[in-house]
């Protein structure tokens, strides 16, 4: 199945156990961005695991990163990306330097300016429910240069493909993936969220 860059698969809570069965299937079903946050049990364990046992077949992201040392650490187990949950131009300007790609939690106009000015590579906005689903649309006209824009908070699969209509891409979490679940219970959520896209 192609690739569908527009979806980043939020895998908050997943163990290093449970890992590698959940993104074998999410690879399965074209979604091949994942993230995996740093309040989730070992979770430089289950970064290794995955890069060991996929490769480069999967964008590996590491969320709710707030401090140097978090960012240190998603390096050392060999992330391509962070995220973070707010803005921490600092954090962004490390990041960069350390050659990772930069998605960096938003919410009001001055914030995403300062964002793009400290080289966020994605302003993503969060809680991206709590605004117009145009919100994008109304910021990217004073914008001095082009920048991607991610919805997460409040998307949900029968929703997406609303915010896509004005995002780049949307991050999925519990409606995706939910601690503890079966792997085919990720399989039916992905097939639903294929149909709620066609």
């Known amino acids: 199945m192609k690739d ?18 959940h993104i074998a299937c999410l690879l399965e ?12 049990p070992e979770w ?16 590996l992201g590491v969320g709710t990163v707030t401090s140097g040392d978090h960012l240190r650490r998603s390096v050392a187990a060999g992330a391509d990306f962070i995220l973070t949950p707010n803005l921490n131009p600092q954090l962004i300007t490390q990041a960069k330097e350390q050659g ?24 993503k906005i969060f809680p991206a429910c709590a605004l117009p689903r145009n919100y994008p649309q109304l910021i990217k006209g004073p914008l001095s240069q082009p ?24 991050g999925l979490g519990s409606a995706l993936y939910k601690p503890g679940q079966r792997v085919a219970d990720t399989a039916a959520r992905c097939e639903r969220l294929r149909q709620h896209r066609q």
């Open 4 to 21: 569908n860059p527009q979806i980043i698969a939020i895998l908050r809570g997943i163990t290093p156990d449970e890992v590698v069965p």
């Open 100 to 123: 990772l790609f930069v998605c960096a939690g938003v919410f009001t106009p001055g914030e995403i300016f300062t964002a793009v000015d400290s080289g966020a590579d994605v302003v």
């Open 44 to 59: 430089e364990a289950s970064l290794h695991r995955v890069r060991q046992h996929f490769g480069a077949d999967i964008q």
């Open 29 to 40: 079903n074209g979604i091949n961005r994942v993230e995996i946050t740093t309040n989730s």
């Open 147 to 170: 920048v991607s824009f991610s919805a997460v908070g409040g998307v949900e699969i029968d929703n997406a493909a609303e915010f896509l209509h004005y995002y780049d891409s949307v």
